[in-house]
Structure formats: C-alpha cells, structure tokens
C-alpha cells in the first residue's frame, strides 16, 4: 500500500514513517512544510530508501494539496500535520487556526474529490485517518474517570480547540460524503526526535547545560504519558486495521504529575550523566516554580480499552522504561539536539 503522511518530519510523524519503512513493505509519501518544529534530520535513517519520498507541501495552499493527492494517488492518508504547542497557541493562535482548521479542511477537500474518482472497491478500502489528541476533551480535574471515546469535548486552549474543531470536520466529511475515515486521540507523547520546546526534551537539554528547570505551578498537572514508538505502531495498527467512521484513544497508561516527571528525568541524569555543568551539585536544584499557564487543565488520561480489545493493541514501554530511553537518547545523539537549538527555537516556555 502507499501511505501519504502529513507533518511527516514532526515528531510524531519521523515515527511512524520509520516504522513504516523499517518495518513493513508498504511505501511512504512525506507532505511536510518544515516549519520550525519539522526536521528532517529526523528521517536520516530511511531518506535514501526507494519506498520513501518527500514533497515540500503547506496545508494552507489547496491548490498544492490536491495536485500532490491526484499524483501520488495514496491508499491510505495519515493526517499528523499540526501546530500543537499550547504555550504558542496562548501567545499566537492565528497559526493554529490556519492549519489545524483550514488546512484540515483543504486536505479533506482534496481527499474528496481523489476519492470519488477510485474504483468502487477501492473507494471502500481508502482510509483518511486524522490524529489528534485528547486535549480536545478537556479537564478530569477532581475526578478518578478517564477519557472515552464516547467523552464530550470541552477543550480549553486554542490549541485543543482547534484540533477539536479539526476532528469534527473530518467526522462530517466522513458522514455527509462517505469519505472512510478513522480519528485517534492520543495522549501524551515522548521520545526520541521530540522538539525540545517539549516538557520532557526541554527539562533534559536544560538540565544538561546548567539552566533552570521550569515547572507551571506547583506541578501537580497529571498527564497519561505514551511512548512515541508505541504511538506509532499503534497508528499504523489503526490505519490499517481500524474500521470506517470509527473513533480509537491511544495511551500509555501512565499517569505521572509534571513534577514527577521532571524528578524522575534528574534521577535518571544523576546516573547517566553524572558529570554536571560548572556549579551544579543536584540537578533538582534547577528546579524552579513559575507561574501557572492560563486556563492550564489539571488531569488527562485515556481509556485504551477500544483499541485494545478491537485491534489488539497495547504499549509496551512503561514509564520508567520510556523515559530511561529518552534520556539516554538525548545524551548520545547531540548533533540531533544542537542543530535544533542553533536554529530559530530556543529554550523558553511560557512564564520562563
């Protein structure tokens, strides 16, 4: 089968096209605008394999879109391309709106009108998978409930509220013109190639040169932390196996607050790398509080029940064998990082 994968150089996006090519037969078109976050330094592995091509698209230009769709004629389209910084979507929405929701739109769009023009037994087998996030859900906060995919949405940031708007777009797309889609949302992913602008890449890189370790109050914020290679299987799982006009949430099945995070990656740093920057004895020491980020939900976590029992999946990675391998990755790939860092990002979060 061929895949279409948007925002294929994201985070998110590198993984499951490395999957794709190291561990299936199936061939991979990247659509990717390389905004700030998209690196395809990310991809060196597979850049060179013949089932791999990428192609230099915006989702805010249709026209683009759709000669891209009519010429590599895709079975299956993987729509990752988002913004999906919160604190970016706090400071300027104007860009979250623009490609979450309008460029969700032209590529639905253009999907449509490709499919309409398959054979009948293709027009079946077509899939259009969006994947999004559980933000889109809102707060647990003061509740022991997990997100279904039965939960109403109740997003509360421009970021969430412009994927939850994307979400209903594509489910009206699949209702109104029997366009074959699938929507997963995820919660919250790490691992290797993650943008340092990222809590977990951010607090490694931070901790690695000496600089403080800010935390959004006093830390509490619960999240359901998911492995990326996890989350890639999982979406590939999805896109293949999952069934028409039908809803699957994918999590790790790991709460852990924010501070327990960012404890638990110093700990990790103080055996992996105990030589520290020039005037630090712990790294927790860096640790600092800052002032909370607006609206800031308190509790996500996902309910993976669905997906397990349908299509037999499930994480393998826990936590704490997660984050062991973020860490190390982080210190034995800094070439990956510092390219980063020398662009245009660097390391500051809203309310540092």
Not at 27 to 38: F, K, P, Q, S
Not at 151 to 175: C, E, F, I, N, Q
Not at 216 to 244: C, F, K, M, N, P
Not at 307 to 329: A, D, M, Y
């Amino acid at each position: 089968m061929k895949f279409l994968v948007t925002g294929g150089a994201g985070f998110i996006g590198s993984a499951v096209i490395r999957h794709l090519i190291n561990e299936t037969d199936h061939a991979v078109i990247n659509l990717d605008c390389l905004t700030y976050a998209g690196n395809l330094n990310s991809l060196d592995s597979i850049s060179q394999n013949k089932r791999y091509t990428f192609t230099k698209v915006d989702l805010r230009n249709a026209a683009a879109i759709e000669e891209a769709i009519k010429k590599y004629r895709p079975d299956i389209i993987m729509h990752l391309a988002a913004e999906s910084h919160v604190d970016r979507s706090i400071d300027g929405p104007d860009d979250f709106i623009q490609t979450n929701i309008i460029g969700t739109f032209n590529l639905l769009e253009a999907t449509r009108k490709f499919h309409s023009t398959l054979p009948k037994e293709r027009q079946q087998q077509f899939r259009f998978h969006h994947i999004s996030t559980d933000e889109v859900y809102g707060d647990l906060e003061s509740t022991d409930e997990l997100f279904t995919e039965n939960t109403p949405y109740s997003p509360s940031s421009p970021y969430s509220a412009s994927k939850a708007s994307s979400d209903h777009l594509v489910r009206a797309w699949g209702r109104t013109y029997n366009l074959p889609i699938v929507v997963t949302n995820c919660s919250n992913n790490y691992g290797p190639f993650h943008f340092p602008e990222k809590l977990i890449p951010h607090v490694i890189l931070n901790a690695l040169q000496g600089k403080s370790l800010p935390v959004y109050g006093t830390g509490s914020q619960i999240r359901d932390w998911l492995y990326v290679e996890d989350h890639a299987r999982a979406l590939i799982t999805v896109a293949t196996q999952g069934e028409a006009n039908e809803t699957y949430n994918i999590g790790g099945h790991n709460e852990k607050s924010n501070l327990t995070v960012v404890e638990t990656i110093c700990s990790l740093l103080e055996e992996l790398s105990p030589k520290k920057p020039v005037g630090v004895q712990y790294y927790r020491d860096l640790i600092t509080f800052v002032k909370d980020r607006p609206g800031h939900d308190q509790r996500y976590a996902i309910d993976a029940t669905k997906i397990q029992k349908e299509l037999n999946w499930e994480p393998t990675e826990t936590f704490e064998s997660g984050i062991r391998k973020t860490v190390q990755w982080y210190l034995e790939n800094e070439d990956w990082w510092l390219s980063v860092l020398n662009g245009d990002y660097r390391l500051e979060r809203l309310g540092n």
